[in-house]
T-cell receptor
Framework: DADVTQTPRNRITKTGKRIMLECSQT?????MYWYRQDPGLGLRLIYY???????NKGEISDGYSVSRQAQAKFSLSLESAIPNQTALYFC?????????????FGSGTRLTVV | QQQVKQSPQSLIVQKGGISIINCAYE??????FPWYQQFPGKGPALLIA?????SEKKEGRFTISFNKSAKQFSLHIMDSQPGDSATYFC????????????FGTGTRLTIIP
């Protein structure tokens, strides 16, 4: 099984719909992140959480919300989807105690808003 | 504001050649510089990383060169192979507090036969 699992892998939704992307991890890491990938723009941070009680906005949080249900689960919601939220979304985890700051990414969710 | 600038956006290299991707940064507090490799349909995966106390780090065919005074670092892929075709991201993070990785914009590398 993958260390970081994202569901669904692909999703097509209509403008105005609420949608949730889910992420679960078996790494045992406290830190979790949601990134958005767009061609030419790289990976941009949406939200991050350093433990279950900690939620922080990233550089592009408008239109998104998150929930950290447990150490292993971090969900991203689009309250009212719009076409420019069409993108590839990645969840990641990290453990700063490893000294390497290595992030482990899931395989991504490709979201299309029509 | 893009704190880590990456170039080129795309790169085509012949099999056996050297692929070079460059990154530059502004924040002198950055203390760790990883490179991530992403294949289609997959998430980015850590490839190689360097700290600023060394000027070069080599792992197999992959080498990071680091120039602290110029605030630049680069990834060199020697003897490039078709299997190296992927998107590469540079990144940086300060060594203090609760900081996060800042990523470059990515380079799509294609190795042609």
């Amino acid at each position: 099984d993958a260390d970081v699992t994202q569901t669904p892998r692909n999703r097509i939704t209509k403008t105005g719909k609420r949608i949730m992307l889910e992420c679960s991890q078996t790494k045992g890491h406290d830190r979790m992140y949601w990134y958005r990938q767009d061609p030419g723009l790289g990976l941009r941070l949406i939200y991050y959480s350093f433990d279950v009680k900690d939620i922080n906005k990233g550089e592009i949080s408008d239109g998104y919300s998150v929930s950290r249900q447990a150490q292993a689960k971090f969900s991203l919601s689009l309250e009212s989807a719009i076409p420019n939220q069409t993108a590839l979304y990645f969840c990641a985890t990290s453990d700063p105690n490893t000294g390497s700051y290595g992030y482990t990414f899931g395989s991504g969710t490709r979201l299309t808003v029509v | 504001q893009q704190q880590v600038k990456q170039s080129p956006q795309s790169l085509i290299v012949q099999k056996g050649g050297i692929s070079i991707i460059n990154c530059a940064y502004e924040n002198t507090a950055f203390d760790y510089f990883p490179w991530y490799q992403q294949f289609p349909g997959k998430g980015p995966a850590l490839l190689i990383a360097i700290r600023p106390d060394v000027s070069e780090k080599k792992e197999g065919r992959f080498t990071i060169s680091f120039n602290k005074s110029a605030k630049q670092f680069s990834l060199h892929i020697m003897d490039s192979q078709p299997g190296d075709s992927a998107t590469y991201f540079c990144a940086a993070i300060p060594n203090f507090g609760n900081e996060k990785l800042t990523f470059g914009t990515g380079t799509r590398l294609t190795i042609i036969p």
